[in-house]
Protein backbone atom coordinates (compact mmCIF):
# COMPACT_ATOMS: atom_id res chain seq x y z
CA UNK A 1 0.00 0.00 0.00
CA UNK A 2 0.87 3.47 -0.44
CA UNK A 3 1.87 5.49 2.55
CA UNK A 4 0.92 8.93 2.03
CA UNK A 5 3.70 10.94 4.70
CA UNK A 6 6.82 9.30 2.66
CA UNK A 7 5.25 10.23 -0.63
CA UNK A 8 4.50 13.58 0.81
CA UNK A 9 7.99 13.93 2.80
CA UNK A 10 9.98 13.45 -0.51
CA UNK A 11 8.27 14.48 -3.14
CA UNK A 12 6.16 18.20 -1.85
CA UNK A 13 9.10 21.22 -1.39
CA UNK A 14 11.61 18.89 -2.99
CA UNK A 15 9.99 18.57 -6.35
CA UNK A 16 7.94 20.67 -8.34
CA UNK A 17 4.90 18.29 -6.43
CA UNK A 18 3.09 21.69 -4.18
CA UNK A 19 0.47 19.56 -2.19
CA UNK A 20 -0.29 15.77 -2.27
CA UNK A 21 -4.02 14.56 -2.12
CA UNK A 22 -4.52 11.01 -1.00
CA UNK A 23 -7.09 8.32 -1.35
CA UNK A 24 -7.41 5.29 -0.47
CA UNK A 25 -10.47 4.65 -2.61
CA UNK A 26 -11.35 7.12 -5.61
CA UNK A 27 -13.46 6.95 -8.97
CA UNK A 28 -10.80 8.33 -11.04
CA UNK A 29 -7.56 10.95 -10.02
CA UNK A 30 -8.21 12.19 -13.64
CA UNK A 31 -11.72 13.38 -13.21
CA UNK A 32 -10.87 14.83 -9.00
CA UNK A 33 -8.66 17.27 -10.81
CA UNK A 34 -11.57 18.25 -13.32
CA UNK A 35 -13.77 19.16 -10.93
CA UNK A 36 -11.79 20.51 -7.97
CA UNK A 37 -10.04 23.84 -7.75
CA UNK A 38 -6.54 22.40 -7.17
CA UNK A 39 -3.09 24.66 -6.63
CA UNK A 40 -0.52 24.19 -9.17
CA UNK A 41 1.56 21.29 -9.44
CA UNK A 42 -0.66 19.01 -7.16
CA UNK A 43 -0.18 15.05 -7.03
CA UNK A 44 -3.17 12.96 -6.40
CA UNK A 45 -2.49 9.40 -5.64
CA UNK A 46 -4.50 6.04 -4.98
CA UNK A 47 -4.56 3.06 -3.76
CA UNK A 48 -7.50 2.07 -5.51
CA UNK A 49 -9.32 4.19 -8.98
CA UNK A 50 -12.95 2.51 -9.16
CA UNK A 51 -13.47 4.08 -12.72
CA UNK A 52 -9.66 4.17 -14.07
CA UNK A 53 -9.87 4.47 -18.02
CA UNK A 54 -7.40 4.71 -20.32
CA UNK A 55 -7.47 6.69 -23.63
CA UNK A 56 -10.39 7.06 -25.46
CA UNK A 57 -12.45 5.73 -22.28
CA UNK A 58 -10.98 2.33 -22.47
CA UNK A 59 -11.11 0.37 -19.36
CA UNK A 60 -8.16 0.51 -17.15
CA UNK A 61 -7.49 -2.96 -14.64
CA UNK A 62 -6.33 -1.93 -11.53
CA UNK A 63 -6.43 -3.98 -8.46
CA UNK A 64 -6.64 -2.36 -5.22
CA UNK A 65 -2.94 -1.47 -3.74
CA UNK A 66 -1.08 -3.02 -6.59
CA UNK A 67 -0.40 -0.59 -8.80
CA UNK A 68 0.67 3.16 -9.51
CA UNK A 69 -2.57 4.93 -10.30
CA UNK A 70 -2.03 8.93 -10.03
CA UNK A 71 -3.01 12.55 -12.05
CA UNK A 72 -0.56 15.51 -11.86
CA UNK A 73 -2.27 18.61 -12.16
CA UNK A 74 -0.11 21.17 -13.53
CA UNK A 75 0.17 24.65 -15.24
CA UNK A 76 2.50 24.93 -18.66
CA UNK A 77 2.81 27.99 -21.30
CA UNK A 78 3.06 25.82 -24.17
CA UNK A 79 0.74 26.97 -27.45
CA UNK A 80 -1.82 24.31 -28.84
CA UNK A 81 0.27 23.32 -31.61
CA UNK A 82 3.48 22.53 -29.46
CA UNK A 83 1.17 20.22 -26.50
CA UNK A 84 2.09 17.01 -27.88
CA UNK A 85 5.52 17.86 -26.31
CA UNK A 86 3.85 17.28 -23.00
CA UNK A 87 3.21 13.46 -23.69
CA UNK A 88 6.77 13.16 -25.13
CA UNK A 89 7.85 14.56 -21.94
CA UNK A 90 5.61 12.59 -19.32
CA UNK A 91 6.12 9.22 -21.16
CA UNK A 92 9.69 9.67 -21.76
CA UNK A 93 10.31 10.41 -18.34
CA UNK A 94 8.45 7.03 -17.01
CA UNK A 95 10.24 5.09 -19.74
CA UNK A 96 13.70 6.22 -18.94
CA UNK A 97 13.05 5.94 -14.85
CA UNK A 98 12.15 2.27 -15.03
CA UNK A 99 15.00 2.01 -17.25
CA UNK A 100 17.44 2.89 -14.06
CA UNK A 101 14.97 0.84 -11.81
CA UNK A 102 15.19 -1.98 -12.95
CA UNK A 103 18.95 -1.59 -13.18
CA UNK A 104 18.84 -2.07 -9.54
CA UNK A 105 18.21 -6.08 -9.90
CA UNK A 106 20.39 -8.62 -10.47
CA UNK A 107 18.86 -9.88 -13.00
CA UNK A 108 19.79 -10.10 -17.42
CA UNK A 109 18.23 -6.64 -18.80
CA UNK A 110 18.32 -7.88 -21.91
CA UNK A 111 16.00 -10.02 -21.30
CA UNK A 112 13.52 -6.95 -20.44
CA UNK A 113 12.75 -5.14 -23.46
CA UNK A 114 11.01 -2.29 -22.41
CA UNK A 115 9.93 0.48 -24.80
CA UNK A 116 7.15 2.77 -25.96
CA UNK A 117 4.42 1.92 -28.00
CA UNK A 118 2.93 4.74 -30.64
CA UNK A 119 1.64 6.86 -29.13
CA UNK A 120 2.20 6.66 -25.04
CA UNK A 121 1.60 3.39 -23.95
CA UNK A 122 4.75 1.12 -21.61
CA UNK A 123 5.32 -1.85 -23.14
CA UNK A 124 7.61 -4.16 -21.37
CA UNK A 125 8.27 -7.37 -23.29
CA UNK A 126 5.86 -7.04 -25.76
CA UNK A 127 3.07 -6.25 -23.08
CA UNK A 128 1.27 -3.60 -21.90
CA UNK A 129 2.88 -2.37 -18.56
CA UNK A 130 1.74 1.64 -17.95
CA UNK A 131 -0.50 4.10 -19.61
CA UNK A 132 -0.61 7.97 -19.97
CA UNK A 133 -3.79 9.74 -20.57
CA UNK A 134 -3.44 14.18 -20.41
CA UNK A 135 -5.75 15.90 -20.49
CA UNK A 136 -6.96 19.91 -20.37
CA UNK A 137 -9.16 21.58 -17.83
CA UNK A 138 -11.30 24.55 -19.17
CA UNK A 139 -8.04 26.85 -19.34
CA UNK A 140 -5.86 24.70 -22.43
CA UNK A 141 -2.73 25.90 -20.47
CA UNK A 142 -3.76 23.85 -17.59
CA UNK A 143 -3.41 19.73 -17.92
CA UNK A 144 -4.25 17.15 -16.29
CA UNK A 145 -1.65 14.14 -16.43
CA UNK A 146 -2.85 10.86 -15.55
CA UNK A 147 -0.60 7.72 -15.33
CA UNK A 148 -1.26 4.26 -14.28
CA UNK A 149 1.77 1.55 -14.22
CA UNK A 150 1.06 -2.09 -13.49
CA UNK A 151 3.60 -2.91 -10.50
CA UNK A 152 2.66 -5.69 -8.21
CA UNK A 153 -0.90 -7.29 -10.09
CA UNK A 154 0.05 -10.35 -11.25
CA UNK A 155 -3.63 -11.53 -12.94
CA UNK A 156 -5.01 -9.35 -15.71
CA UNK A 157 -8.58 -10.27 -17.02
CA UNK A 158 -9.56 -7.47 -19.47
CA UNK A 159 -6.80 -7.82 -21.44
CA UNK A 160 -4.50 -10.63 -22.01
CA UNK A 161 -1.82 -7.63 -23.06
CA UNK A 162 -0.93 -6.51 -19.80
CA UNK A 163 1.83 -7.53 -17.79
CA UNK A 164 3.52 -5.76 -14.37
CA UNK A 165 6.50 -5.59 -12.96
CA UNK A 166 6.19 -8.10 -10.62
CA UNK A 167 5.24 -10.49 -12.87
CA UNK A 168 8.38 -9.68 -15.47
CA UNK A 169 11.09 -9.73 -12.03
CA UNK A 170 9.53 -12.38 -10.19
CA UNK A 171 9.37 -10.37 -7.02
CA UNK A 172 7.18 -8.10 -5.84
CA UNK A 173 8.24 -4.06 -5.84
CA UNK A 174 8.06 -1.53 -2.66
CA UNK A 175 5.26 0.94 -4.77
CA UNK A 176 6.52 4.41 -2.64
CA UNK A 177 9.90 4.31 -4.06
CA UNK A 178 8.73 3.58 -7.55
CA UNK A 179 6.26 6.39 -7.30
CA UNK A 180 9.00 8.70 -5.86
CA UNK A 181 11.83 7.72 -8.31
CA UNK A 182 8.94 8.40 -11.23
CA UNK A 183 8.07 12.02 -9.94
CA UNK A 184 11.59 12.81 -9.47
CA UNK A 185 12.40 11.50 -13.13
CA UNK A 186 9.50 13.80 -14.41
CA UNK A 187 10.64 17.25 -12.22
CA UNK A 188 14.26 16.50 -13.88
CA UNK A 189 12.43 16.95 -17.65
CA UNK A 190 10.34 19.14 -17.46
CA UNK A 191 13.45 21.71 -18.34
CA UNK A 192 12.92 20.19 -21.77
CA UNK A 193 9.38 21.86 -21.90
CA UNK A 194 10.33 25.18 -19.64
CA UNK A 195 12.86 25.93 -21.84
CA UNK A 196 11.02 25.05 -25.17
CA UNK A 197 13.54 22.26 -26.14
CA UNK A 198 11.47 20.03 -28.19
CA UNK A 199 13.38 18.88 -30.94
CA UNK A 200 15.88 17.44 -28.44
CA UNK A 201 13.11 15.99 -26.56
CA UNK A 202 11.32 14.36 -29.81
CA UNK A 203 14.52 12.71 -30.84
CA UNK A 204 14.89 11.38 -26.84
CA UNK A 205 11.04 10.05 -27.43
CA UNK A 206 11.46 8.39 -31.08
CA UNK A 207 14.66 6.51 -29.79
CA UNK A 208 12.04 4.33 -27.61
CA UNK A 209 9.33 3.88 -30.09
CA UNK A 210 8.77 0.25 -30.94
CA UNK A 211 7.14 0.89 -34.25
CA UNK A 212 9.89 2.49 -36.60
CA UNK A 213 10.27 -0.26 -39.05
CA UNK A 214 7.91 -2.47 -38.42
CA UNK A 215 5.04 -3.95 -40.33
CA UNK A 216 2.09 -3.41 -37.92
CA UNK A 217 -1.67 -4.23 -38.30
CA UNK A 218 -3.83 -0.79 -37.50
CA UNK A 219 -7.44 -0.15 -37.08
CA UNK A 220 -8.82 2.69 -39.16
CA UNK A 221 -11.35 4.92 -37.65
CA UNK A 222 -14.30 3.22 -39.80
CA UNK A 223 -12.85 -0.16 -37.71
CA UNK A 224 -11.50 -1.49 -40.75
CA UNK A 225 -8.26 -3.79 -40.44
CA UNK A 226 -4.91 -2.64 -41.99
CA UNK A 227 -1.74 -3.29 -42.47
CA UNK A 228 1.40 -0.75 -43.42
CA UNK A 229 5.06 -0.08 -42.71
CA UNK A 230 6.26 2.15 -40.57
CA UNK A 231 8.53 4.65 -41.89
CA UNK A 232 8.56 7.51 -39.22
CA UNK A 233 6.96 9.27 -36.18
CA UNK A 234 6.80 12.97 -37.13
CA UNK A 235 7.63 15.59 -34.59
CA UNK A 236 3.93 16.43 -34.57
CA UNK A 237 2.68 13.12 -32.98
CA UNK A 238 1.80 11.90 -36.91
CA UNK A 239 2.44 8.46 -37.40
CA UNK A 240 4.08 7.93 -41.03
CA UNK A 241 2.91 4.80 -42.66
CA UNK A 242 3.31 2.95 -46.18
CA UNK A 243 0.26 0.64 -47.31
CA UNK A 244 0.07 -0.31 -50.99
CA UNK A 245 2.82 1.99 -51.84
CA UNK A 246 1.06 4.99 -50.44
CA UNK A 247 2.25 7.15 -47.89
CA UNK A 248 0.02 8.42 -45.45
CA UNK A 249 0.07 10.50 -42.13
CA UNK A 250 -1.97 9.35 -38.94
CA UNK A 251 -3.29 11.16 -35.70
CA UNK A 252 -3.74 9.06 -32.89
CA UNK A 253 -7.32 9.48 -32.77
CA UNK A 254 -7.44 8.37 -36.48
CA UNK A 255 -6.30 4.79 -35.92
CA UNK A 256 -4.73 2.15 -33.24
CA UNK A 257 -2.12 0.00 -33.63
CA UNK A 258 -2.37 -3.57 -32.88
CA UNK A 259 0.00 -5.65 -31.03
Not at 96 to 120: H, M, T, V, Y
Request: overall charge neutral.
Amino acid sequence: MLDPDIITGKLVGKTFVSKLYFFDEIGSTNDFAKISQLPDNSLIVTNFQIKGRGRFGREWESEKGKNLTFTIFKKLDIEPLEQININYCVSYSILNELKSFLKQFQINLSNLDLNIKWPNDIILNNKKIGGILIETKSDTKEFIIGAGINVNQENFTVSNYATSLCNELKKPVNLNNLLVKLVISLDKNLDFLTFRKYLELYELWKSNLNCINERVTYLASNGEKREGLVLDVLANGQILIRENGKNSTYSSGEIKLQF
